[in-house]
Antibody, heavy 120, light 113 residues
Framework: QVQLVESGGGVVQPGRSLTLSCVAS????????MQWVRQAPGKGLEGVAV????????YYADSVKGRFTISRDDSENTLYLQMNTLRAEDTAVYYC?????????????WGQGTVVTVSA | DVVMTQSPLSLPVTLGQPASISCRSSQSLVHSDGNTYLDWFQQRPGQSPRRLIYKVSNRVSGVPDRFSGSGSGTDFTMSISRVEAEDVGIYFCMQGTHWPPVTFGQGTKLEIK
């Protein structure tokens, strides 16, 4: 069965860096686009970063552009999110999401989430 | 970016009674291919979101038929015919027509009265 397991969250000071990982299993990872979606405490959902199945295209929300980098290692079935210059407003649960869409995103599987807290 | 506005944000419902949630978009969600990419997600307490409905009115496999979706253009509704205890959680609408980025509504918290 499809599984997405995130890790790497934690408490970090403003201005510091953190890298999230998402290990995928139960499907051919290289065939799928992947996304990171976050949920700030008590808030709604926000798409943060997208990577196409071949890694050839990437997209970032304006709120993280220039600070976050999405990448993938298909040999390890792993998705990454490198987060630099973290701010208090980056505090959220970060979900790794499989995108099964051909035309538009189809969020069919979500990981359990990893919590990032940015605080002095 | 397309703004998605849900109402109500809090929805107390008696068990066995119907419930409905509205979702409005700041622009039409009709895609150039003729489809309308409006999805609904359910997030139970302590769980990750799961997709319930796609393209306005299509239930994902395994979703009970008490859940339904309707609407067109900029106005959409998700309805539950008879609320059960397991339906407690937060419901989000999401548009994929004008992506990137996808955008979500603020979420509607359904609770049992």
């Amino acid at each position: 069965q499809v599984q997405l397991v995130e890790s790497g969250g934690g408490v970090v000071q403003p201005g510091r860096s953190l890298t999230l990982s998402c290990v995928a299993s139960g499907f051919t990872f290289s065939n799928y686009g992947m996304q990171w979606v976050r949920q700030a405490p008590g808030k709604g959902l926000e798409g943060v970063a997208v990577i196409w199945h071949d890694g050839g295209k990437k997209y970032y929300a304006d709120s993280v552009k220039g600070r976050f980098t999405i990448s993938r290692d298909d040999s390890e079935n792993t998705l990454y999110l490198q987060m630099n210059t973290l701010r208090a407003e980056d505090t959220a649960v970060y979900y790794c999401v499989r995108d099964d869409g051909a035309v538009v995103p189809v969020f069919d599987y979500w990981g359990q989430g990893t919590v990032v807290t940015v605080s002095a | 970016d397309v703004v998605m506005t849900q109402s109500p944000l809090s929805l107390p419902v008696t068990l066995g009674q119907p419930a409905s949630i509205s979702c409005r978009s700041s622009q039409s969600l009709v895609h150039s291919d003729g489809n309308t990419y409006l999805d609904w997600f359910q997030q139970r307490p302590g769980q990750s979101p799961r997709r319930l409905i796609y393209k306005v009115s299509n239930r994902v496999s395994g979703v009970p038929d008490r859940f339904s979706g309707s609407g067109s253009g900029t106005d959409f509704t998700m309805s539950i015919s008879r609320v059960e205890a397991e339906d407690v959680g937060i419901y989000f609408c999401m548009q994929g027509t004008h992506w990137p980025p996808v955008t979500f509504g603020q979420g509607t918290k359904l609770e049992i009265k």
